[in-house]
């Protein structure tokens, strides 16, 4: 084999060689997108799941702060009984 034909055919050994690495890095980086994938929609989930329970207390906070708005110190009803 003359020393030209000897370089193509090492160059295409390297070549397909790359070319397996490629496919295999890309391999990787698929699984690795799957997985993160995964996780930030199972993340979204949680992060929906925090914003309901954020919103559900906060309008059970408002009705509390509400209640007690309203309700009469105490104090201030026994000060008014004895004034009468």
Do not use: C, W
Request: charged fraction near 40%; avoid cysteine; hydrophobic fraction near 40%.
């Amino acid at each position: 084999m003359d020393p030209i034909q000897e370089l193509r055919q090492t160059v295409e050994e390297l070549r397909q060689t790359a070319l397996q690495g490629f496919a295999s890095v890309n391999d990787r980086f698929d699984a690795l997108e799957g997985r993160m994938d995964r996780r930030f929609s199972s993340l979204d989930q949680d992060l929906a799941y925090v914003r309901r329970a954020l919103l559900d207390h906060n309008t059970e906070f408002q009705e509390i702060r509400s209640v007690l708005d309203k309700k009469a110190d105490r104090a201030e009803v026994e000060a008014l009984v004895e004034r009468r």
